[in-house]
């Protein structure tokens, strides 16, 4: 297995992670504990990571969701955009194109249709205000 396909594999498990918290009305740390196989670093890198910074993520979210409330969105969505909010705001390290390419893949792989084109619509538009040149 690659480096990328096991970074992929760590963010497929982190939005696991995140939905499952978010569901059960759980803390993060307490779905991580919980885990009978604890996840990798990155995994749990990106929970916690997202969890911290969600405020921060929603604001952003919602600035750029033209149209949509946080609640009006899908879960998946909401959550695979906090996560990579969170990427881009916290993980300079990862190009943005990785951080947009990832989400867009897990909201396609999750969720609505049309995910991958919002989620990649409000993440570019959130890219370019944090990761301006």
């Not at 992929?8 to 992670?17: K, Q, Y």
């Amino acid at each position: 297995m690659t480096d990328a396909d096991e970074r992929s594999d760590s963010r497929e498990r982190a939005l696991n992670l995140l939905y499952e918290a978010q569901s059960k009305g759980l803390p993060v740390a307490e779905v991580i504990e919980a885990q009978a196989v604890r996840p990798d670093d990155l995994a749990e890198q990106l929970a916690r990571g997202c969890d911290s910074c969600a405020g921060r993520a929603d604001e952003l979210i919602a600035a750029k969701a033209r149209g949509w409330s946080l609640e009006r969105m899908p879960v998946i969505d909401l959550t695979v955009m906090r996560m990579a909010t969170f990427e881009l705001l916290e993980r300079s390290e990862v190009p943005t194109a990785v951080v947009l390419d990832e989400a867009v893949e897990l909201a396609k792989r999750y969720s609505t249709d049309d995910s991958g084109r919002f989620v990649n619509g409000v993440l570019a538009a959130i890219a370019s205000e944090v990761r301006a040149a």
